[in-house]
Each structure stands twice: as C-alpha cells, then as structure tokens.
C-alpha cells in the first residue's frame, strides 16, 4: 500500500527526469544507452559480458534455427540478446551497406559503398566471390531493456521491486520482488520475466531484466556489455550527450546512402517519455521484432483512479441519503 500511495506523487506522462520522479532531489545526468546497430557486427561480445558480471545462469544454447540465433529473445537470463536478421533488399540498398575496403556487397547495384564506420578487415580471398552475392544483407542490433522513463513495469508493481535509480535507469531488487509477475504483463517491449530456474539459483521465480549494471555505475564504471563491444555500437553515457550524438550520426548515414535509417526511442515525446537506451536502426523497428509505436500501459492509470474515487463518492453519497431518509423514498 505504500508503495501505492508514493507512487501517487509520480507523474505518469510529460517529459520528467525519472531520477526526480523517483524521489532522488539532486541527481547526476541520466545515463543510458545508444546502440548505433549499423556497426554491430553480432559478435554477442556483450551477451557473454553481461552473463559473466551479473552471474546470470546459462539459458540454453541451442540454434533457434532462425538464423544464427541461440538466445532468441530478450528474458530472465538473457538481458543483453543480439538479433541476426537476414534481409532482402533492393541492390542499391545491398550496395549501400558493403563494407568498404573489403568489396563485400560490392558489384550489387550502382550506388557506392558507404562507410558505417566498421572496421574493414582484409578478408581470406578478398573480393573473389563478391560478384556472387544476392541482394541480401545482415541486420544485427544488440537489444535491451529500455530503461523508459515512464516504465510501466515500476508503475504496477505492488511491492516497489521496481525502481528508477539516481541515474535514472530501471532496476528490480530481488530481496523484494514478491514474484506476481505483474510487471511481465506492462511491459510494453516484452522485456522482463520471471526466472524459472535453474533449481537453486537465488533469483528463481523473481522479476528479471539489465540493472543497467547499477553496481558498475555507483563505482563510477562502464557497463559490461557497453565496455566488452569491439565496434562502440554500445555506446553508454549522458543521455543528453548521447542523443545529440546519435542525430549527427543519422545524418551521417542517411547523407552516405542509408535512407531508412531512422533513432528508435530517442524522441522523449514517444508513449513512454523517451527511453533510456535508444536505438539506430537501418529500417523500421518492425523488421527487428520492436513494437513500432510502443505506448505505457498505464498511460489511462490518473484517469481511472479518478473515475474510481467519483464511483466510491457516488456510493458513499448514497448511503449518506439513504441512512438520513431512514431508507425512506
Ligand atoms: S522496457 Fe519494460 S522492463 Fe524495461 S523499463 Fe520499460 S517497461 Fe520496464
Ligand atoms: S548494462 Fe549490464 S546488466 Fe544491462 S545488458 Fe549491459 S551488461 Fe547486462
């Protein structure tokens, strides 16, 4: 209940910093993610960071069959999940995306290779099969929690396991997490979930996501997945900073050649006031398995609760006549 009734003091809409509303008064800059994806290479560098730090359980390793995936979703034990989309596209796009210097992709269409800044390692063969390629090309994207600033998952849960920290991020703590999996079900992007095992694992049964690494942070350190990535497709900071540095690459991109290029997550307008780890994406965030226009799920929460108090008012009213009237009409 008395998480209830603090979270009473909580705005539910407009642009806020989540620190302040989670009753931090002086607060460091937010913090947070910018996944540049168009320079992910899929190496999983960061899964493997991030199950090392956290001592998060091994989940299965199995070829999902769906390209080569292993993890499959993001989950209690997978808090980092690197997609590995194989797509179709026009040659000119194919084209567009080639490594320069390595001739892959080359030869598909007309348009020149842009450089997305990843490294351009000499490659066994070089450009021998290059004529050979179809119009097809990779889109990997390292996905994560997306630390919303309005996090449906803190909003509706009962115990206040859920909470924003002083760095503005979203972090479940175990020793109070009751397990109603509540915040499964608010969560817009299907990131949290419940742990079902391994036996003996602590956390067994207890709401499970990326703390953002918040015991890094309080030490003043990168986050694992962030400081393992080789290419700085995660890149972690101000958020404020981050976001102006995410637009100047976006123009970078779309002026090379990439006109699908698009920032998912980055306008604090959005459903959920803008997210702490945002995205740059080479196409629509559908192609990636993100909800495209993901809304908080308890945007209409201020709205019920006052409906609620008009019908209890209403009912009290009532039994206020009816009990001076003696039940007379
Ligand atoms: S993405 Fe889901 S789990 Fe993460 S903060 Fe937002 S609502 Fe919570
Ligand atoms: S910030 Fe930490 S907990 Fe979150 S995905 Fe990265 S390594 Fe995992």
Redesign the pocket.
Same mark, same amino acid.
């Given at each position: 209940m008395s998480a209830f009734l603090s979270d009473l003091g909580r705005s539910f809409f407009g642009d806020v910093d989540p620190a302040v509303d989670g009753g931090y008064e002086d607060p460091p800059p937010r913090k947070g993610?910018f996944t540049d994806t168009s320079v992910c290479i899929g190496c999983k560098a960061?899964?493997v960071?991030? #199950?090392e730090?956290?001592l998060?359980p091994e989940d299965g390793l199995e070829l999902t069959g769906n390209s080569y995936d292993n993890t499959g979703s993001l989950g209690s034990s997978t808090?980092?999940h690197v997609a590995f989309i194989e797509q179709e596209v026009p040659a000119h796009l194919a084209a567009a995306s080639a490594i320069p210097g390595t001739g892959a992709g080359a030869g598909l269409g007309t348009a020149p290779p842009v450089d997305l800044g990843l490294p351009t390692p000499t490659l066994p063969g070089e450009t021998a099969d290059a004529g050979d390629a179809t119009d097809f090309r990779w889109l990997m994207e390292s996905d994560?929690?997306k630390h919303c600033t309005h996090a449906a998952c803190l909003d509706v849960c009962p115990t206040g396991a859920l909470a924003h920290t002083e760095f503005g991020t979203v972090v479940v703590q175990n020793d109070i997490c009751n397990g109603c999996g509540y915040c499964v079900s608010a969560c817009p992007y299907g990131v949290i979930e419940r742990r079902p095992g391994p036996a003996g694992d602590p956390a067994v049964g207890i709401a499970q996501?990326?703390?953002?690494?918040?015991d890094?942070l309080t030490e003043g350190m990168t986050?694992?997945?962030? #400081?393992?990535c080789p290419t700085d497709s995660?890149q972690?900071g101000d958020l404020d900073e981050l976001r102006e540095r995410a637009v100047g690459r976006l123009d970078q991109l779309v002026e090379a050649g990439e006109p699908r290029a698009q920032l998912y997550g980055h306008d604090a307008r959005n459903g959920v006031g803008g997210t702490g780890a945002f995205f740059l994406l080479l196409d629509d965030p559908e192609v990636y398995g993100l909800p495209p226009d993901p809304v908080v799920t308890t945007r209409r929460a201020p709205a019920m609760w006052r409906q609620a108090a008009l019908a209890a008012a209403t009912l009290l009213g009532g039994a206020v006549v009816a009990f001076a009237t003696g039940g007379r009409p």
């Open positions: 993610f960061c899964e960071a991030c #199950k730090w956290n998060i808090w980092r994560v929690c996501k990326c703390t953002l690494c918040y890094r986050p694992a997945c962030a #400081k393992a995660i972690f």
